[in-house]
């Protein structure tokens, strides 16, 4: 083992070292990501448009495209110290695993209830709505991570928390919900027979099992119908990149305390908020021209949007509520076929990672599940660590680029992020150990048929 290099196996900050302030890439942008439009008129979204939607000072963030730092509210850093900082681990027993001469080192987020990294954002989103004196917060989810965490949060400051659950999720994630329900939540399997949009989908889909973009277009009408209620979002969207910066800060933080400089970063995409947070210093180092990195956003081959999406305007959610987004998009009727397990099922991609996927500043590659949960399987045997299915898809690809490195003998240094945990994805570990699992990708005529759907913006 590399143990002369004096780096130990979990590299601890102190609370002291963790960030004040959260950092907003957009700044460093020399090209800005397109603004978000009004669905009926095609002109950028004011902030008092969205006011009756979002809450207003996440919609201060969510536009201000030139402020580098947000310092981040003291109840919000006394609430983040409870779990965080998070360790970075050098991966050093993967790297002998694989004799390779590559360092491997990995942020992991599952050290908290809610399993993965959104707590981050979800505290910000409800510490934002309980100090304009909502009652509460409406939100969707699919496998029920974000659910998990908003309930945390709200729970937390006492505001009440409606939740949307995908339905297949619902039915098939119990634990889930109870996790939910044990915070406070209501949860509500979607699409519902509450809302206008959900009646609508049922008459057109009766038996569907809902769809992410459906259970947001219910969440959504449920806030702007409801006294006191705002809608909330745990990926996508430009604020929740924002408060995920603190993963980014911290990594680096505490890579520069060894003098360790990563070659290549690289993290799960699913809306987005992981990878744009875990980059985030070190692409505005990259925009600044102060240093170079690789950037590696990894989806699943079921649910392509960056590999094989259009960078184009499109709806966020099925029911065509929600402001248009330009985005690397698959269509936003998209949904991944049934056999796929492995979580990352959004249709879109943050405006600002979609952005800087087209500029040349990141790159994106596909993966498929089984070879995702031959990773995850693989690094839970030999770092301990049970994965999310979704963090799996960026232990494939780091344990890719550590195998080229043994190949060409290249000591480059790996950084990924490590979102979660998997221990409500067992269903899914169940269907890969029994063989169940196959690798279905969408074809080009499939994913032509979506692309023909997206809005005509001129
Ligand atoms: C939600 C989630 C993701 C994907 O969301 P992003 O916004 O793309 O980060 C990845 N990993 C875990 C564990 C999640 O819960």
């Not at 209830?113 to 989810?141: F, M, P, R």
Request: glycine share 8%; proline share 5%.
């Amino acid at each position: 083992m590399k143990h002369e290099e004096k780096i130990p196996y979990k590299i601890y900050l102190e609370e002291s070292e963790m960030p004040r302030a959260w950092y907003n890439l957009r700044a460093d942008m020399k090209k800005k990501p397109a603004p978000l439009l009004n669905p009926a008129t095609h002109k950028p979204m004011k902030a008092e448009e969205l006011a009756g939607v979002f809450c207003d000072e996440l919609i201060e963030q969510e536009l201000d495209e030139d402020t580098a730092f947000f310092e981040i509210p003291e109840e919000i850093r006394n609430f983040y110290k409870m779990y965080r900082p998070s360790p970075l681990i050098r991966a050093y027993c993967l790297e002998e695993k694989l004799g390779t001469p590559a360092r491997i080192y990995y942020k992991f987020e599952g050290n908290n209830t809610s399993g993965s990294h959104k707590l981050n954002s979800a505290i910000a989103q409800a510490y934002y709505a309980k100090k304009q004196g909502l009652k509460g917060v409406t939100t969707e989810t699919g496998a029920g991570q974000w659910g998990t965490a908003l309930s945390m949060a709200c729970s937390y400051l006492g505001l009440d928390c409606k939740v949307y659950m995908v339905k297949c999720s619902y039915e098939q994630k119990p634990f889930r919900r109870e996790v939910m329900r044990t915070y406070g939540a209501s949860v509500t399997p979607s699409p519902s027979m509450e809302t206008e949009v959900g009646r609508k989908i049922l008459e057109k889909h009766p038996g569907t099992t809902g769809s992410l973009g459906c259970a947001i277009s219910e969440a959504v009408e449920k806030a702007v119908t409801s006294e006191g209620y705002r809608y909330v979002l745990g990926s996508v969207l430009n604020q929740v990149l924002l408060h995920q910066s603190v993963i980014g800060l911290e990594t680096k933080t505490a890579l520069d305390r060894y003098g360790v400089k990563p070659d290549i970063i690289i993290g799960c995409a699913g809306g987005g908020s992981n990878l744009g947070g875990l980059i985030a210093p070190f692409m505005g180092e990259k925009l600044r021209g102060e240093a170079d990195y690789r950037f590696i956003a990894v989806e699943p081959a079921s649910c392509p949007s960056l590999t094989r999406g259009v960078y184009a305007y499109d709806f966020c959610d099925t029911g065509m509520v929600c402001p248009l987004a330009k985005m690397y998009t698959l269509g936003s009727d998209f949904i991944p076929s049934a056999n796929h397990a492995g979580g990352l099922r959004y249709h879109g991609m943050s405006s600002i990672l979609s952005e800087l996927y087209d500029q040349g500043l990141m790159e994106a590659t596909s993966v498929k599940q089984t070879e995702v949960f031959e990773a995850a399987e693989y690094f839970a045997r030999i770092e301990g660590i049970l994965p999310a299915p979704e963090s799996a898809h960026a232990i494939r690809v780091a344990i890719d680029e550590a195998l080229r490195c043994k190949e060409t003998g290249e000591e480059k240094t790996i950084v990924f992020g490590l979102t979660g945990t998997g221990y409500f994805d067992m269903v899914a570990y169940e269907k890969f150990h029994d063989g169940m699992m196959n690798d279905y990708i969408p074809t080009d005529e499939e994913l032509a048929a979506y692309r023909a759907k997206l809005p005509k913006i001129e």
